[in-house]
């Protein structure tokens, strides 16, 4: 069975140039994985890559969701678990790279998302609370329910701290059968890539 990679990394970190490295040396195609560069026309922070980048590999799932559509993570491993299988029928490697642990998650593990679905009002709530008080307010909040977290994500990536303190909102049943799944995914044979700077670097190239 051909491994599917999964280039994994926080933004800014330089998954792109490796990305398209490895799909050039290995005959290999890129199926994203992060959960703001699937939107279109969010750029700014979400280190997309650009036209010349784009044009020197084929890349999926990059631009293609309206902003203002919902988008699931169980919608996402449908779409992005089609992509790799058709890559694989036709001799192509899949790349899935991106910043999203989630994502990640939902390919490698068989993850239950009948009762996960994004709580819309929470979510718009959450945004009108980030352009009344400012991120910093915002990632404050998730600071204090999962400083762990809050750790992890830059203030400036609105869209990770919302998505965290949507999953903090969860019962602590909910959270606790979203966290322990150990089950695999025995369709892909998955080879998982971590990327990682020192964070002062990170914030620097951000």
């Known amino acids: 069975m051909k491994k599917v990679i999964l280039l994994a990394g926080p933004t800014a970190v330089g998954k792109t140039e490796i990305s398209i490295g490895l799909a050039e ?21 979400t ?14 799932l990059f631009d293609f969701v309206d902003p203002k559509a919902a988008y699931s993570v169980s919608t996402y491993k449908a779409d992005a678990t089609q992509c790799i299988k058709s890559l694989l029928t036709s001799g192509m490697q899949p790349i899935v790279t991106g910043g999203t642990g989630l994502y990640f998650n939902a390919l490698m593990y068989e993850m239950n998302f009948s009762e ?8 718009e709530s959450l945004t009108q609370f980030s352009l009344e008080y ?23 990536n609105i869209h990770r701290v919302i998505r ?3 999953i903090a909102e969860l019962s602590p049943t909910k959270q606790l059968a979203f966290q322990n799944v150990t089950q695999k995914n025995q369709d892909f044979d998955f080879e998982l890539i971590v990327l990682d700077r020192d964070r002062s670097e990170l914030y620097d190239r951000i």
């Open 25 to 45: 040396a290995l005959k290999g195609e890129i199926i994203c994985g992060d959960s703001m560069q699937i939107y279109r026309d969010m750029a700014i922070g």
């Open 47 to 60: 280190a997309k890559p650009t036209l010349s980048e784009l044009n020197r590999c084929k890349h999926h």
């Open 116 to 123: 996960q679905e994004p709580d819309t009002s929470l979510r």
């Open 134 to 156: 400012g991120r910093v307010a915002l990632h404050e909040r998730l600071r204090i329910i999962n400083p762990q977290k809050a750790e992890e994500i830059h203030p400036n």
């Open 164 to 166: 965290a303190l949507e």
